[in-house]
Structures are given as structure tokens and as C-alpha cells.
């Protein structure tokens, strides 16, 4: 019988590949499980410009027909950007490298027109625009009405779920006079599920200016205004997924109801009392504020619990204007002024930034439009 002799170094190499591949399987049933991170306002801060491994820019091409004051929301079709803006009600189309194709606004009180809008998604290549309280009208990339679904319940947020919908009906009645902070709705637009009870109606609203629905890989997250709990979709029901504690910082501790005066209440004892945040693949982006100039931004890792505040303030020591868009893949997106990339960059080494094909410098130093960087970010080991 011939034996053959595998040497040393390729058992090492097998070694490790075994433990590599057990270790990646770990941190990802890891990320399935409930997780509670705690979250330190009276830390020391980390300049965003530390946390940056590299960026990738992308100019938003400035002409007549489309000049953008803010962009604070971006979604992604094949090889085109569309960018809702709600001031104003018009939604922009742009190609991948950022050059403008065209526009439309389909504002008005006609039955295949919006009015003022409280969500905007991209569903089957359609534009969907969720009217609060009256309809969810569908328009091609062209801007032509195509469908319209009217709505039963006045609704906070929606968001595609399964053949229907999910609607955030956070601290507000059914229509049947129940109280869930979630319902589920058929291609019919008929409630299928009903989740979440709670247990008073306060009597007024606060709309979160946010879609309270957010997609992190194939799961669907839902972030109620004024709680530290992200809950995720299952198969029927939804389930508590993350958790923020902010320990003592947080407002609504037991016993401590909703009222009309809650946000001066806070605002007053300098307590947290909402959250935003952004799941990516291995980190989460989270914001909050206190009040004016007290706002707070962080970077959680998921698999390591490990948390950063972040300082974004520019090298002049201004607040930074940014708005952050989401993530892709294993990037960060945001906006942020032409003079404040311009002082970002100056903070990078060369190396750390690149541009996309067609954007060039000279053409955002002549801009006034927001620009669009991709930030991949460095991991927690090096914060």
C-alpha cells in the first residue's frame, strides 16, 4: 500500500481554511439572533474622517432642468438613480455615474397625481409614491400613471411585504377601532395580520419623516418612532431583532407614557427619546438627537457589539451637512455639500478617494448640487 505524505505546511493551510470557514459561519448566525447594544452618549468622539478607509465620489450633474438643493433619499434601478425630492414633489432620474436623464412631477389633486407624500420606493422597476391617508399611486421612469391602490387605513409608513403591504400604525387606530402598531394587507389590500398591540392612542401625532420599514439584506426591519427596539419580519408574525441601550439616557423608561409635552420633557432632562438607524451587512449607522446642536451619530459592529461615537464637524469645526442615504453592500452612502467634500478630501490621503467615470473635480468645485459619496469604512479593530 503506498502512503502518501501530505507535508506540514498544507495541513496548516487546511487548518486554518476549516477555522476561517466555522469562524464567518459563527458571525453570521450570530447577526441572526437578538442583539442588544449598548450605546454610550458621554464617550469620547471619532472624527468621521478616521473612520474612512476609502470613498468613491459621484457628482450629480448640474443642469437647467435639474438643479438639487438636497438629496436626502436614493434609489437604485438597473443602471439609473432616482432621487424623490419632496420639497417640491418633482423625482429626478440620473444615470449610475451621475449624469441627469431626465424628470417628472406628477403633483397635484387629480386622481392619478400626489400630493404631498409620505414615502417614495421602487417596486418591479415602478415608482411608488405612498399618499398618506388616500392611495399608493405607481408611475414607469417616464413619469405615466400607471396603477393606484386606495388605502383603507391612514398609515404612518409603508413598505412591499410579501404580495401586499406593511403599514406602521404606530399609536394610531384601525379602522375597526383596534390598537397594533402593525397591519398587513393582501394584493387586495385586505388586513391579513394584525401585530404588535399596544395599549393607548395618546391623541395627537409625530410623524417620523423616516420610513419606520427598512430592508437589511432579504429582511425587513421595522424601527417604531420614540423606541429602541428594531423588529424583524418571520414568516407570520415579527420579533424583536435589535435593541439600542442607551441605559439611564433613554426617556421612556417603565412607567414613563407618551403625552403631548414628552419631546420638551426630554429635551429638558437631555434624554434620547428617538432613533434612526441603518443595518448594514456588519455595521450599523444610528442618529439622535437631544435638542438643537445635541445630536448624536455612531457605528455599531454587529458581530463584535463593539460601538464608535462619531465627530462630524469639518477641520473648521462646523457641522457637517450631511444626509445619509443608506447602505450598499458593505458601503455607507451619504450627500454632503461640494465645499465640505472639498474639506473632507483634504483630510484623505489620495489614495483614499476615487471617482466615478464622467465626475471630475473641476466639475464639482462648479456646482451647487450635492454630491454623492460611497464611503467604505474601517472595521471596528481599527476604531
Known amino acids: 500500500m503506498v502512503r502518501t505524505r501530505i507535508p506540514h505546511y498544507i495541513l496548516l493551510i487546511l487548518l486554518s481554511c476549516c477555522l476561517g470557514c466555522d469562524n464567518k459561519t459563527q458571525v453570521e448566525d450570530s447577526q441572526d439572533e437578538f442583539r442588544s447594544y449598548k450605546i454610550d452618549l458621554h464617550g469620547d468622539k471619532t472624527a468621521f474622517v478616521d473612520l ?3 470613498i468613491e465620489i459621484t457628482r450629480l450633474e448640474e443642469t437647467e432642468e435639474s438643479l438639487l438643493r438636497y438629496v436626502g ?28 436623464i ?20 421602487l417596486e418591479d422597476g415602478l415608482i411608488c409614491v405612498h399618499i398618506r391617508g388616500k392611495s399608493i399611486n405607481r408611475y414607469d421612469l417616464e413619469g405615466n400613471f400607471i396603477s393606484q391602490d386606495l388605502l383603507n387605513e391612514y398609515a404612518n409608513h409603508i413598505y412591499p411585504y410579501k404580495s401586499g403591504y406593511a403599514i406602521d400604525k404606530h399609536l394610531l387606530y384601525t379602522q375597526d377601532s383596534l390598537k397594533y402598531t402593525i397591519v398587513t394587507v393582501d394584493d387586495r389590500m385586505k388586513i391579513n395580520q394584525k401585530l404588535l398591540p399596544f395599549e393607548k392612542v395618546p391623541g395627537f401625532r409625530s410623524p417620523q419623516f423616516r420610513n419606520s420599514f ?11 418612532k420614540m423606541s429602541d427596539t428594531v423588529y424583524r419580519f418571520t414568516e407570520d408574525s415579527v420579533e424583536p431583532f435589535i435593541h439600542y441601550d ?27 427619546w428617538f432613533v ?23 457605528l455599531v459592529d454587529r458581530a463584535t457589539d463593539k460601538s464608535v461615537s462619531i ?15 443608506g447602505w450598499q453592500k458593505d458601503q455607507f452612502l451619504v450627500t454632503l455639500t461640494p465645499s465640505q467634500l472639498m474639506d ?21 468645485e462648479d456646482s451647487e448640487n450635492p454630491v454623492l459619496v460611497r464611503a467604505t469604512l474601517k472595521s471596528s479593530n481599527q476604531w
Not at 214 to 224: S, V
Not at 249 to 269: A, I, L, T
Not at 276 to 298: A, C, D, H, Q, W
Open 52 to 54: 474612512i478607509q476609502s
Open 344 to 364: 473632507l478630501m483634504g483630510q484623505l490621503d489620495q489614495t483614499q478617494y476615487s471617482f466615478t467615470e464622467g465626475t471630475t473635480l473641476e466639475e464639482i
Open 276 to 298: 434612526l438607524n441603518y443595518v448594514g451587512e456588519k455595521l450599523i449607522y444610528l442618529y439622535t438627537t437631544l435638542g438643537p446642536r445635541m445630536s448624536y451619530s455612531f
Open 214 to 224: 427598512l430592508k437589511a439584506g432579504d429582511d425587513l426591519l421595522y424601527l417604531p
Open 311 to 325: 465627530d462630524l464637524n469639518t477641520s473648521a469645526g462646523e457641522a457637517m451637512d450631511l444626509s445619509w442615504i
Open 73 to 100: 433619499q436614493v434609489e437604485f434601478y438597473q443602471d439609473k438613480m432616482i432621487i424623490p425630492s419632496s420639497s417640491d414633489g418633482t423625482i429626478y432620474i440620473y444615470s449610475q455615474n451621475g449624469e441627469y
Open 246 to 272: 442607551f441605559q439611564d439616557d433613554w426617556y421612556f423608561q417603565p412607567g414613563v407614557n407618551v403625552e403631548p409635552n414628552f419631546y420638551e420633557k426630554s429635551s429638558r432632562n437631555k434624554k434620547v
Open 102 to 121: 431626465s424628470k417628472f412631477n406628477r403633483k397635484g389633486d387629480g386622481p392619478e397625481e400626489y400630493s404631498k407624500w409620505a414615502n417614495v420606493w
